[in-house]
């Protein structure tokens, strides 16, 4: 049975409504399952204790990409007349500097309509994708000034276990650098300053790669696409590969700071290519090259990122260390709990 197909319950108490800072404990606070990915055995800690569990010639890779306030609202014009007022645009994947492919909140457009954000900034449908619910659309601005203004008039994606409307900030890990990701790359928010300071401290190696993120749920309960249809885009350097070399030379682990930066290892270590768009698919079946453990929240019943995991786990242990997690009343989604899988 294929990791997507597991099912399990997940109470709704459990979903991570607030960020940890509003409910009083700080990011690198909360709750900790740390996973022997060969025995299955499971450790309860926090977070703020992760370099108990590491040692000095470990590797920690974390993804810096900057969450976007990827929603927009527009006007919707055919021919220079007015077709629909307020009409929401989802950002999913930047294909270049000025085309997006976008959800477009409404049933009624077609090729070539406009959609006006504000009176500086429009944009124009130039692909109707047909067999995806997505579509594609030309800015009227590139490049920085494209991103000035999706963050002056933008919104971060919510779902809908979160009732407030948190800031973008609440949506950014401390270290997150190169703007990008239309979705949080939420495995890094419970990283500190502090915490980064004292896994250095201790002798553990830390280092950073790129991968945007795109849009994980087209609202459309109908539409199920493969995860081999999720294209992200992804920077690596040739300093990353080199300490990747190095630290498992030394008899060390490299620890992926979660789902993206397997991703993001592992399709440089398939093609060859340090930058690209991927679209590569991990599950069980997938013999990993370049990474030995994984920082990652707890996901979702049915979620594509469940196969990953059992990549690293067997799937029968890693169902049972969810029931205990369930348990034990951990915390799911980006304001959620922490799950170290070594």
Do not use: C
């Not at 900790?32 to 703020?48: A, P």
């Not at 409307?165 to 270290?175: E, I, N, P, R, S």
């Not at 990283?191 to 087209?218: A, M, P, V």
């Not at 992200?232 to 060390?252: D, F, P, V």
Request: aromatic content about 10%; proline content about 4%.
């Amino acid at each position: 049975m294929a990791a997507t197909a597991f099912d399990f319950y997940l109470p709704s108490e459990l979903n991570a409504s607030h960020p940890p800072e509003r409910r009083g404990i700080r990011r690198d606070h909360v709750k900790m399952m740390v996973l022997d990915k060969k025995t299955g055995n499971v450790r309860h800690d926090r977070f703020f204790r992760l370099a108990d569990y590491l040692k000095p010639s470990d590797l920690v890779v974390m993804n810096n990409s900057r969450t976007v306030p990827a929603i927009l609202q527009a006007t919707l014009l055919r021919h220079t007349k007015q077709v629909q007022q307020d009409v929401e645009i989802r950002l999913a994947r930047r294909r270049n500097e000025e085309t997006w492919d976008v959800l477009i909140v409404t049933d009624d457009v077609g090729l070539g309509d406009i959609l006006q954000f504000s009176p500086e900034l429009s944009a124009v449908v130039v692909d109707l994708k047909e067999s995806s619910p997505l579509k594609t659309i030309s800015f009227s601005k590139k490049g920085t000034d494209l991103f000035n203004s999706i963050y002056a008039l933008g919104e971060p994606i919510r779902y809908e276990y979160i009732q407030n409307k948190w800031g973008l900030d609440y949506y950014q890990t401390v270290f997150a650098s190169q703007p990008g990701s239309v979705e949080m790359p939420s495995a890094g928010r419970a990283f500190s300053w502090e915490l980064l300071f004292n896994l250095q401290r201790k002798g553990i190696e830390l280092d950073f790669i790129r991968l945007h993120t795109g849009l994980s749920y087209l609202l459309d309960d109908e539409y199920e696409p493969s995860p081999a249809d999720n294209f992200e885009e992804y920077h690596l350097s040739e300093k990353t590969i080199e300490k990747i070399h190095n630290t498992k030379a030394a008899g060390g682990r490299v620890i992926a700071v979660g789902t993206t930066v397997v991703r993001a290892l592992e399709s440089a270590g398939v093609t060859g290519k340090l930058n690209g768009v991927t679209n590569l698919y991990i599950n069980q079946n997938f013999p990993l090259k370049l990474v030995d453990g994984i920082i990652t929240g707890f996901h979702e019943p049915k979620a594509s990122h469940l196969d990953m995991l059992t990549a690293f786990v067997p799937q029968d242990l890693l169902w049972s260390a969810y029931e205990e997690a369930i348990h034990q009343q951990y915390l799911w989604h980006e304001f959620g709990d922490m799950n170290l899988i070594l």
